[in-house]
């Protein structure tokens, strides 16, 4: 068990949909990163937030937003859901942006 | 830019043997990290090690050791004796050290399979 808790475990929803993703980092851990695993694109590293501050940003599609909350959860906004869109969905923490990863179990996102 | 090279996609040993799990960076940045992540089947990934640019020291853990070469860019993997608990994807990943600009890069991953 990491301690990077992420839900909901599975989703399943339609094309055009808007959806919410949920993580919760490591106690202390003050980064936060988002990845989307697709069986055609590896690991594609999304976004980094560290302490509620944004830091890097990767291939970030403009329909999906994240944010970091105070108490340091974060969450990934997808919206008008496409069906590429479909993949599995990881959040990691770390206690600084140069220190290893801790990754969640993932989000299975399933768009139909 | 940043970029991680795992040319190997996918190897296949029998058990016991050893295998090396080749990465390959680019990097402008003279201060960087080197990682390395293990996804197995059950799809959660996991840290093996972290490495920094200023240390050339290669490091073994058990039948998992590491060789980092500045020299030609490499940070490459060897498990020794290998098992089938071994089967996994692989992940190199790079983070550079240049200012608040901290984007990490991961290679496209080395899938082992090991053959009982």
């Known amino acids: 068990d990491s301690g990077v808790t992420q839900t909901p475990k599975h989703l399943i929803t339609a094309t055009g949909q808007r959806v919410t993703l949920r993580c919760s980092p490591r106690s202390g851990d003050l980064s936060v990163y988002w990845y989307q695993q697709s069986l055609d694109q590896g690991l594609q590293f999304l976004i980094q937030?560290?302490?509620?501050?944004?830091?890097a940003k990767g291939n970030i599609l403009e329909r999906f937003s994240a944010q970091q909350f105070p108490d340091l959860h974060s969450e990934l906004n997808l919206s008008s859901l496409e069906l590429g869109d479909s993949a599995l969905y990881f959040c990691?923490?770390?206690?600084?942006?140069?220190?290893?990863?801790?990754f969640g179990p993932g989000t299975r996102l399933t768009v139909t | 830019a940043q970029k991680v090279t795992q040319a190997q996609t996918e190897i296949s040993v029998v058990e016991k043997e050893d295998v090396t799990l080749d990465c390959v960076y680019e990097t402008r940045d003279t201060t960087y990290y080197l990682f390395w992540y293990k996804q197995p089947p059950s799809g959660e990934l996991v840290f093996l090690i972290r490495r920094n640019s200023f240390d050339e020291q290669n490091e073994i853990s058990g039948r998992y050791s590491w060789n980092f070469q500045k020299s030609t860019s490499s940070f490459n993997f060897t498990i020794t004796a290998s098992q089938v608990v071994d089967s996994a994807v692989y992940f190199c990943a790079l983070i550079p050290n240049s200012g608040g600009y901290q984007k990490v890069t991961f290679g496209t991953g080395t899938k082992l399979q090991v053959i009982p």
């Open positions: 990691a923490s770390s206690a600084a942006p140069q220190y290893e990863q801790y």
């Open positions: 937030y560290y302490n509620g501050e944004e830091r």
